[in-house]
């Protein structure tokens, strides 16, 4: 039975409503490729929110078009890709309730946020949406997210048990795993706590920083 002392977020899906604006930007990135090559990569891209697209550039090379992917077409891949979502992001609406628990959360625990997007790509968008004074810290990747969420562990100081990792994907359920912190989904998680968007993480807060089991 340990009080919460510190709230890490992802960002696409549970501050900001960018995900889709990133679906779209993975397949028109690999549409020249022809509708196979994109279904593929687009389904893939879903099942791993919140890895680095590096990664998933890597993965889609090496399984579905044959080839490792060279250095400086990966650079390539990551620009392209930034170009063709950034403005999108910039101009998605906040997750609801994102803002208000936000806003309530910093008022008792360091709120941290973490990333599978490149640091200072994240760090420029929360920047532009005036929202990262709304934070203690933004990490962005490399490297992945459990290890984004172990060196805030350190950074604050906290127990795993102390701190809610608050995600839309797999990859966020598996990274609270992994480090042994608290897990709330935005969406559905069946067995874990969830809600369709953040209002319900209201309840959350206010039940955690009494006591959490």
Do not use: N
Not at 21 to 42: C, M, N, S
Not at 112 to 138: C, K, M
Request: hydrophobic fraction near 40%.
């Amino acid at each position: 039975m340990t009080e919460l002392a510190l709230v890490i977020l992802d960002c696409d899906g549970v501050i900001l409503e960018s995900v889709d604006a990133k679906t779209r930007a993975f397949a028109q990135l690999y549409r020249p490729h022809g509708p196979d090559i994109e279904r593929l990569a687009v389904e893939h891209h879903l099942r791993h929110g919140g890895v680095s697209r590096y990664e998933k550039f890597r993965y889609i090379s090496r399984q579905y078009l044959g080839r490792e992917l060279p250095a400086d077409e990966e650079v390539r891949l990551g620009e392209r890709f930034a170009g063709l979502c950034l403005e999108e992001v910039l101009a998605s609406p906040l997750v609801p309730g994102a803002l208000a628990f936000i806003q309530a959360a910093r008022q008792r625990v360091p709120v941290y946020v973490a990333s599978g997007a490149p640091h200072e790509e994240l760090a420029h968008i929360l920047q532009t949406r005036g929202l990262a004074g709304l934070f203690t810290g933004i990490f962005g990747s490399p490297p992945g997210k459990a290890e984004l969420v172990r060196r805030i562990l350190a950074q604050e100081g906290v127990l795993p048990r102390a701190a809610v990792l608050i995600g839309d994907s797999g990859t966020d359920e598996a990274a609270a795993v992994e480090t042994g912190v608290r897990f709330w989904g935005r969406g559905e998680f069946p067995g874990r706590e969830c809600s369709p968007d953040l209002t319900g993480a209201m309840v959350l807060l206010d039940r955690m920083c009494g006591v959490a089991q």
